[in-house]
């Protein structure tokens, strides 16, 4: 309710219904039609879930480049789209049927195609229940899209696009099918990419044990060996060791264990002092045979297994120097295996339960059998430390569903990255980059820049193949057809060539119902995979197009995009996709500019939780202060890339010292504006005072260094000279001219009033792509000369306005005020109390500045000395830099000066008590029995009228008593 609203929140609200009855975007758009472009890609969000201030602290980065690149001439179309795939929708419908494992999904219906459409008709009609929840996000935060022509991943055109990127890739020799080890979330029944993984590390506690392996053939003679998963033990196929690392076998006991020479430390933990009977290096070691820890597989297999072999990744930084090794669940372990061809024992099913020839705990999880496993091996004699023992270390967990991984080898449909991996590296830092406006980069222009090489850089210098198949249900479906006979391939890249004009929904179950006949004559019939969602989000480039089927003319121009944004941890999700797809399909990167935030964390550094309410919600908060001071605040609290520490209390700050000084600048500005004629063209200020030619100099600095910082994306450093702007326009410019504006000199008065205008008109201009609702309140009541001023083209800058000089004067000026003012408060002399002189040894500055130094720091004179004087009366400033000294005398004409000072500041205060106007007329009575307030009355009494606007000041009954240093003095008005 408006009741609740804050005024500037009202005043939002109401510039969001103008801009749209108005139709201010589209004309924004309309208006470049013919310009040149300037490409944006918008990360697809899921639907299926609310905004938080993550999504509106990217959408105010968004925001901010598209409104500066439209004001600057060029056309910026902003399509919206919508994430619709993937484990995210189905985890949450999962949670709304109960469903607590893929193998219920399969007993929803009658038979698996039934159970698949009730599953995947749940999953399509939840993905856009949020979607008007984030449309009006978007509208409350400022933030212009295009709804008109968005797109959701799971359009059938998208989908088209993306099995048109696949075959492509196929053709190109960058897809295959391989047997490898993967992540793999047992809870969801699928595995997961590198990069997926990188999203769900937490801490973890695993257990830590050593076991003995006996050695073949040697009596009393064992292999100690660590591992941290008790559960693969079942699957081990050989020990590793380091070929030049030295290996002692140690006795204990009355036995004997083999270790890394320089890991005895693990021996001595448990067996206090050993003798070393004999050394080795691992070479030595190598085609040794041991027994096999569990016997479910002796005799069983046909290939060799059980023996030592040497291996480059065997470290001795933790451990015992010998690696147990077990294809089926460790990726460095199928490439040993596959190397020396082991067998790969496949002892736990598809829900991560042992298989049943593991007799002893089939049927368990196997991370809930790791106590159960330890505690046979320690009655066996086999563990030599404690069931007990603990690591805790970094553990991956599902993204999503939060369940343990377990690495587990399977099929899966990769895309062969480690085959272009020069050409994504060479597209991120060497290949030359030319940005709208002409300028040239090399490599991908990140910002923060340290990414470009350090985070992103490192994570492609080290990248794996990728991982785009999953074994569930609501995702785009792969297009491969395999022949259930002889096994060929049929991989479709179009709706076309399914041959079957029916089809109309691509999804599962119905395209599983499109078969092929193969050329041996059996059936084709498609694989049950569906694409990883991120393999979709990186295609929405030409997807949103349905490129290449039609709308080439918009696609090709604006790829690469020249500009996209998003938080850290897409480095290695969308940025990462998006990257290795643009290059393998078209060389290029997909985008020439990326601007990455941090994270929003609570003012003490805690995340946003709602179980903490730790944060206000921001409905809730853009009606207390308004979303001009959020906006605000995001882009110059932090600079990009690292952490932002949010409150209510800083963006409080962001309101007071942005968007309410601005205000309060129009209506300053507003109180004057019609109390005398004055031509609003700069071009005809003749600009004689230092004032006004200073805040000009300043501005177009302002709009030089706004503009610098925007082309380079750098929003922190573009934003923050905005405030630094508006305090030196109120505090100074504004703060020394109100004389002007009240005064009787209506040639220096016009000046004023024209200089601030346009100085109003175009900070509000500088200032729309951060803070839109409150730049556009203030131009409108300017009455600019477009509908808005997100209509205005950006600023020139007036290089002959920019007087350097003057700027180093002036600031030479503020610093020996400052220093006046320091020494006026040691020797606790008011600054109402008039002075005599100040002396200086600054010689640059002007004389005709000295007024504002005489006014600032109230003295009668301002004098440039050589040195300065010395004595009782002569109070000398510390800055060696801004040397002043004050003289301190006050005389009784000072003295009576200082009290009629006084006496107008609380004439004024009545006046402001009793809600007076600026021009209203007052009558003033006095009483008191001071002489010396009453002669200050005599002597001051016409500028004391003058300067409270009474007509008549007369001794009489009066109500109001003050005191005026020391002595007091009654005061009442009437008007």
Known sequence: MAENKSQFAQNEEKMIEYWEENKIFEKSIEQRKDAPMFSFYDGPPFASGSPHYGHILASTLKDTVTRYWTMKGYKVERTVGWDCHGLPVENLIEKEMKIKSKKEIFELGKNEYESIKIFNEACSSSVFRCVDEWKDTFKRIGRWADYSNQYATMDTEYIESVWWAFKELFDKGLIYKGYRVSPYCPRCGTPLSNFEVNQGYAKAKDPSIYIKVKIKNQENTSFLVWTTTPWTLPANVALAVGSTIDYIKVKVNGEFLILAKSRQEVIEKYFGKIDIVEMYKGKDLVDLEYEPVFKYFENKLDKKAWYVVAADFVSTEDGTGIVHIAPAFGEEDMQIGEKKDLPILMTVDMEGKFNPEITDWAGKFVKGADKSIMEYLKKEGILISEVDETIEHDYPFCWRCDSPLIYYALDAWYVAVTDIQEKI?????????????????????????????????????????????????????????????????????????????????????????????????????????????????????????????????????????????????????WFYTLHVLGTALFDKPAFKNVVVNGLILAEDGKKLSKRLKNYTEPNILFDKLGVDAVRYFLLTSTPIGEDYRFSDRLVQESLRKTVMMMNNLYNFYALYENTIEFDKDLSKNKLANPLDKWILAKLNILIDKTNKEMEVFDLTRASRPILEFINEFSTWYLRRSRDRFKGKDEEDKKQALNTMYNVLIELTKVSAPFIPFISDEIYQKLNGPKESVHLEDWSEVAHDLIDTKLIEQMETVRKLIEQALSVRAESGIKVRQPLSKLYITKKTVPAELFFLIKDEVNVKEVEVVAELPQGDNFKIGADENHKVALDTTIDEALKLEGNSREIIRQINSLRKKKGLSLGDIVDVSYKTSSKELTKTITTHGDEIKANTLTKELAEGKADDEYEINGQKILISIKN
């Not at 074994?471 to 096994?487: H, M, S």
């Not at 059936?523 to 969602?533: A, W, Y």
């Not at 295609?539 to 490129?547: C, G, L």
Request: glycine share 8%.
């Open 425 to 573: 590296i060479f597209n991120n830092s060497k290949v030359e980059i030319e940005d709208p406006n002409g300028t040239k980069h090399d490599g991908i222009r990140w910002v923060p820049g340290h990414i470009k090489d350090g985070r992103f850089g490192k994570w492609l210098e080290n990248v794996k193949d990728w991982n785009i198949s999953r074994n569930r249900f609501w995702g785009a479906p792969i297009p491969v057809w395999q022949c259930e006979k002889c096994d060929q391939i049929k991989v479709v890249g179009s709706k076309e060539e399914l041959n079957d004009k029916k089809i109309k929904d691509l999804h599962r179950p119905y395209i599983d119902d499109v078969k092929f006949e193969c050329s041996c004559g059996g059936q084709m019939t498609r694989i049950e995979e569906v694409f990883d969602c991120w393999f979709e989000s990186g295609s929405m480039p030409y997807a949103q197009y349905h490129y290449p089927f039609e709308n080439k003319d918009n696609f090709e121009p604006g790829f690469p995009a020249d500009f996209i944004a998003e938080g850290l941890d897409q480095t290695r999700g």
